[in-house]
């Protein structure tokens, strides 16, 4: 385990005064590293997002038990890719074994129909966005579970990705089984911490993808060792609330 440092962020979000309160490594780490606090942040830009735009006669959808955005695809951060290698690493058997073959059976349904290079053909072409936002759909239309729920609920809830902690819905929670703009109400968040980190923090590995979707990260780590740089928790710290002012 690194050393960490208490540190105390105060900002303006949504017109609103708030301080952070998370710590962060004293020693040179990679990214991966920098997790824990980026999900304290993350966190609290959510509920902030959430005190400011959901009115009360809203409530949010989401809750323990439905488990439809968990068929949906997850863009991760190349650095989380390595966390999530971890996770999986760190599970006792026989639970490790049965959650890689979960990985490995949905990336051999989604090859099945090319997903994955289809969506690299079409980011390198310059596709329009709603195209691929379109195409994400298919994968959803498959059906494919996250390796990671159990009984339609996230059994690595406090490590989940940041992506899967920014979506949030207030429409009725069966509308997700049929998650079109028509169908669905999400809350816009204008900071979102896993936009600016997929931005912010890659490597060359990263190519026309922007993020490596998660139910590939298992392959993604095989094939690209981690090259990030390390640097003190305060300079990760520093290059992200600098490119939240000045993206």
Not at 31 to 37: D, K, N, Q
Not at 45 to 61: G, H, K, M
Not at 125 to 140: D, I, K, R, S
Request: aromatic share 8%.
């Amino acid at each position: 385990m690194s050393k960490t440092t208490p540190a105390n962020v105060k900002l303006t979000l949504y017109g609103k005064p708030i301080e952070l309160k998370f710590s962060a490594p004293t020693e040179k780490v990679t990214p991966v590293a920098m997790l824990p606090a980026l999900h304290r942040i993350n966190n609290t830009f959510v509920e902030t997002a959430v005190a400011a735009f959901v009115t009360d006669q809203e409530t949010i959808s989401c809750q323990a038990g439905c488990g439809a955005c968990c068929r949906q695809v997850v863009p991760l951060a190349e650095f989380e890719a390595y966390q999530i290698a971890g996770v999986v690493e760190q599970l006792p058997e026989p639970r490790r074994s049965t959650v890689k073959q979960r990985f490995a059976d949905a990336c051999e349904k989604l090859d099945a129909i090319q997903w994955l290079s289809r969506l690299e053909q079409m980011l390198a072409e310059g596709t329009n966005h709603e195209a691929v936002e379109q195409h994400a759909l298919t994968y959803f239309q498959q059906g494919v579970p996250c390796p990671f729920l159990e009984a339609e609920s996230c059994s690595i809830h406090p490590v989940r990705p940041l992506a899967c902690r920014e979506y949030l819905v207030t429409s009725p929670a069966e509308h997700c089984q049929n998650p079109t703009p028509e169908h669905v109400r999400h809350i816009e968040l204008k900071f979102q911490v896993s936009k600016i980190v997929r931005k912010l923090w890659r490597t060359s590995h990263i190519k026309d993808l922007d993020s490596v979707p998660m139910i590939y990260a298992l392959q993604w780590v095989k094939k690209h060792p981690n090259q990030f740089p390390k640097k003190r928790g305060e300079a990760w710290l520093r290059e992200f609330f600098d490119y939240m002012a000045n993206p």
